[in-house]
């Protein structure tokens, strides 16, 4: 199995970015997904998450700005985000299973 994320990037508070995470080995229609993020010195947390019915939850701080979807027909996980804060600032993995994915780095800057 392998998760790959791409989409991050610096940007300026209040403007928005696109993560996607592309998967082999996996099927994402079939199993729980989910975004996490982890900023530095901090420990990783559960930013959105989607179950194989489409169920979707947020952590507190970011309903209404970030969107979790999946397109089943190109098995990839987005993770919208929109009006980023600098506490959006950090590293996001996109998960599947048990699989994780590398990472990808997003900024924010005030």
């Known amino acids: 199995v392998q998760l790959v994320e791409s989409g991050g990037g610096s940007v300026q508070a209040g403007e928005s970015l696109r993560l996607s995470c592309a998967a082999a080995?996996?099927?994402?229609?079939?199993?729980?997904v989910a975004w996490y993020r982890q900023a530095l010195g901090k420990d990783r947390e559960l930013v959105a998450s989607?179950?194989?019915?489409?169920?979707?939850n947020y952590l507190d701080s970011v309903k209404g700005r970030f969107t979790i979807s999946r397109d089943n027909a190109k098995n990839k996980l987005y993770l919208d985000m929109n009006d980023l804060k600098p506490e959006d600032t950090g590293d996001y993995y996109c998960k599947a299973w048990r699989a994780w994915g590398q990472g990808t780095q997003v900024t924010v800057s005030s």
């Open positions: 080995g996996i099927i994402f229609r079939v199993n729980d």
């Open positions: 989607m179950t194989r019915g489409g169920s979707t």
